[in-house]
């Protein structure tokens, strides 16, 4: 039932993308038979470039269409929820889920179910990337009008399955848990096995130090930006509704590296 309905959306959208170059091509007829007007060769030039995009456009979401009816299906369940300057990511595959933020990982070469919740939607309720690395999903909000990125990273099976587990499991260094309760980050951050309240103020930071980037842009996640972060998050990044720390100096050298240790 479920991959029935799949394909006959799938044949929409290609009878869609028939009809939307069909029409172009004719516009583009439409301007060459006018080129003796006034505005005959810039309508030409318009009709032209807005055919190729749309050939091009349709050319890539033609084979986003061909790849998710021939690659395998996973089990694997994503949502995607939008919390406004950041993404929170909830993971399910059979008895285990967890929660985690703003780098989605994903099996390479398989079709994976995402649900999206608050303003952003993906153009495709399925996910499948057919080339291992580093991606960006492009999320678009329908009004007001606005696009955000999602980094993605597409790993072989093997190297997902680790990370699924790795992930599932509560943090193992627990020595820092008074710190980073007293510094006040235990207000808004979960790190599970050490903050054990569900929060959805902040990013899960579980296994923080595992991920490439911090605060959902293409900061590094490195010592410096870290710590910069952690004293003034609104130098790095317009609209953080992170507070400043003024923490002492000691304790935030203490703090980044307990962060740095959770991977």
């Known amino acids: 039932m479920t991959i029935a309905l799949r394909i006959t959306a799938d044949m929409r959208f290609t009878l869609l993308a028939i ?3 069909a029409w172009s091509l004719t516009v583009l007829r439409w301007s060459i038979s006018r080129r003796q007007s006034p505005w005959g060769k810039r309508a030409i030039a318009v009709s032209a470039i807005a055919a190729i995009i749309a050939i091009v456009s349709i050319a890539s979401d033609l084979r986003s269409v061909w790849l998710r009816s021939h690659a395998p299906r996973s089990n694997l369940m994503i949502t995607i929820n939008d919390m406004g300057e950041w993404w929170q990511l ?6 285990a889920s967890f929660v985690t933020a703003n780098e989605l990982h994903v099996p390479v070469g398989a079709v994976v179910s995402v649900t999206w919740s608050g303003a952003f939607r993906s153009r495709e309720p399925a996910l499948v ?8 999903l492009t999320a678009v909000a329908i009004w007001p009008p606005r696009l955000r990125h999602l980094a993605t990273i597409a790993d072989d099976t093997a190297e997902f399955d680790r990370w699924f587990v790795r992930e599932a499991t509560p943090a193992v260094n627990r020595s820092g ?3 980073f309760t007293n510094a006040g ?6 790190i599970r096995g050490v ?3 569900p929060s959805m103020i902040a990013p899960d930071l579980t296994h923080f130090a595992s991920r490439r980037t911090i605060a959902a842009i293409d900061l590094p996640n490195e010592h410096g930006y870290l710590s910069g972060w952690i004293v003034n998050s609104r130098a790095l990044k317009h609209g953080s509704e992170m507070p400043e720390n003024n923490v002492d100096a000691a304790v935030l050298h203490q703090l980044v590296s307990y962060l740095e240790s959770l991977r």
Do not use: K
């Open 19 to 21: 009809a939307s170059i």
């Open 90 to 95: 909830v993971y399910r595959r059979g008895g």
């Open 129 to 136: 990337i057919d080339r291992q690395g580093r991606h960006q």
């Open 177 to 179: 848990a008074p710190l």
């Open 185 to 190: 980050c235990s207000l808004c951050h979960v």
């Open 195 to 197: 903050v054990a309240e």
